[in-house]
T-cell receptor, first 115, second 114 residues
Framework: AQKVTQAQTEISVVEKEDVTLDCVYE???????LFWYKQPPSGELVFLIR??????QNEISGRYSWNFQKSTSSFNFTITASQVVDSAVYFC????????????FGTGTRLTVIP | DGGITQSPKYLFRKEGQNVTLSCEQN?????MYWYRQDPGQGLRLIYY???????QKGDIAEGYSVSREKKESFPLTVTSAQKNPTAFYLC?????????????FGEGSRLTVL
């Protein structure tokens, strides 16, 4: 069965610190897709990244970077030089090719960036 | 602006009443979804629709019903059969299947049962 674990419930950092949000997944499918979404206080989830299981290249987008390691079933998210606007709940999610209409979400990590 | 509009933002209901949450999108997306979010939990799929006049149950469909009569609209009814309806409900849409792209979300509807 598929499962996404975000062990960090809440993290607080001081502005400009780097922070890594952990995501560990379980799946039996060889083809699957991993996602990160951000949920700001306004409520809507905002898409950050999608990765398929065959692409283990790390990705960098501005201050954001993602580290995908199939060997440890992890898809971690790092924010460099955090800013107050990064304060939000971050969700990691998994979709399998056999159930491509559904995303299985982790429980989320609430990040608070203190000015 | 293109996006997803959910209404109402806040809703209070007495036990035993049905309520309907509205979701409208102007992104011309074929697929629409309803998720439920409880405190400290991830999102769970209630129903999804890949095309007009067709919809499928998700992981927690019991006590809920939907319709998809128009491409842009996917209302969710929370029936009195739903045992614990107090939650935050999120509607989303996508151009294809959820795994293959990005989901666009509305700002949610918070339902409280009194």
């Amino acid at each position: 069965a598929q499962k996404v674990t975000q062990a960090q419930t809440e993290i607080s950092v001081v502005e400009k610190e780097d922070v890594t949000l952990d995501c560990v997944y379980e799946t039996r499918d060889t083809t699957y897709y991993l996602f990160w979404y951000k949920q700001p206080p306004s409520g809507e989830l905002v898409f950050l990244i999608r990765r398929n299981s065959f692409d283990e290249q790390n990705e960098i987008s501005g201050r954001y970077s993602w580290n995908f390691q199939k060997s440890t079933s992890s898809f971690n998210f790092t924010i460099t030089a955090s800013q107050v606007v990064d304060s939000a709940v971050y969700f990691c999610a998994l979709s399998e090719r056999t159930g491509a209409n559904n995303l299985f979400f982790g429980t989320g990590t609430r990040l608070t960036v203190i000015p | 602006d293109g996006g997803i509009t959910q209404s109402p933002k806040y809703l209070f209901r007495k036990e035993g009443q049905n309520v309907t949450l509205s979701c409208e999108q102007n992104l011309n997306h074929d697929a629409m979804y309803w998720y439920r979010q409880d405190p400290g939990q991830g999102l769970r799929l209630i129903y999804y629709s890949q095309i007009v006049n067709d919809f499928q149950k998700g992981d927690i469909a019991e006590g809920y019903s939907v319709s998809r009569e128009k491409k842009e609209s996917f209302p969710l009814t929370v029936t009195s059969a739903q045992k614990n309806p107090t939650a935050f409900y999120l509607c989303a849409s996508s151009s294809g299947r959820a795994a293959f792209g990005e989901l666009f979300f509305g700002e949610g509807s918070r339902l409280t049962v009194l």
